[in-house]
Nanobody
């Protein structure tokens, strides 16, 4: 049973933007904070950003100021707005619900000229 469904991603040039979405079941979304992770080629999955149930946010240093995590509790959806993308942001991005242990299916983001 799929509980976190991701949309968005794709191929963009450096400096461009993308927005990822992650829609969860109500029970998962209301359980608490949510996070985004990514796995770059040949590397381990790393945490990127997190947001609490009441909207407090925290970011990986390398994306702070470029990425914005947000959530719409009415839509049970979390977003990751990624601006000024760099080639090193190329990765498969995953959403995560720590409280439930659920993961999204992953979405590819490729930044290349």
């Amino acid at each position: 049973q799929v509980q976190l469904v991701q949309t968005g991603g794709g191929l963009v040039q450096p400096g461009e933007s993308l927005r990822l979405s992650c829609t969860a079941s109500r029970s998962i979304f209301s359980a608490g904070g949510m996070s985004w992770y990514r796995q770059r080629p040949g590397q381990r999955r790393e945490w990127v950003a997190g947001i609490t149930l009441d909207g407090n946010t925290i970011y990986l240093v390398s994306v702070k100021g470029r990425f914005t995590i947000s959530r719409d509790n009415a839509k049970n959806t979390m977003y990751l707005q990624m601006n000024n993308l760099k080639p090193e942001d190329t990765a498969v991005y995953y959403c995560n619900s720590p409280a439930s242990g659920s993961w999204g299916q992953g979405t590819q983001v490729t930044v290349s000229s």
